[in-house]
């Protein structure tokens, strides 16, 4: 019953079956993008005055962007086009391997910027976002698009 309200509130939303274009799923990607850089940039600054370290921060902050991230790049970057015959939810434990590895990438640029640069960490995480965006369109179309669909750019 959930569900199909989900579906009913995401079709009335979204309001397509298709995917579109690979432009366009790249606009709505960087519509949801922007999104989710929000979420994880507010989170990552609120933890930062917390206290936490800049890794522990960035890792809060990146759980936060995936659970936005996840619905967003699912039902409104590609809509119903991503109804594979995989379950939601290994496609949302695949999702989590993409975004460890956006952590990874995060991580690994955070300490070269923040410690061998020794950059401001709020501008090293902004500019790790082109490098992760870059990951996540691509590896994203590979899950959530058919195959036919994913190679077609």
């Known amino acids: ?63 936060f962007a995936f659970l936005t991230s996840f619905p967003l790049t699912r039902w409104y970057v590609f809509g119903n086009a ?26 690994l640029m955070l300490f070269i910027l923040t410690v061998l640069i020794e950059i401001s960490p709020i501008i090293a995480k902004i500019s790790t976002i082109l490098i992760c965006f870059a990951w996540t369109v691509f590896a994203n179309r590979k899950l959530f698009l058919h195959k036919q669909e994913a190679q077609l750019i």
């Open 1 to 63: 019953m959930i569900t199909s309200f989900i579906n009913i509130v995401r079709d009335k939303i979204i309001g397509r079956k298709q995917s579109g274009t690979f432009a366009l799923q790249v606009f709505r990607q960087a519509v949801a993008g922007v999104i989710t850089t929000s979420v994880d940039l507010f989170v990552f600054h609120y933890m930062l005055r917390l206290g936490l370290s800049v890794f522990a921060s960035a890792a809060v902050s990146l759980i």
């Open 82 to 107: 991503c109804e594979r015959k995989i379950s939601i939810y290994l496609q949302l434990s695949i999702f989590a391997f993409i975004t460890a590895v956006s952590l990874g990438i995060n991580e």
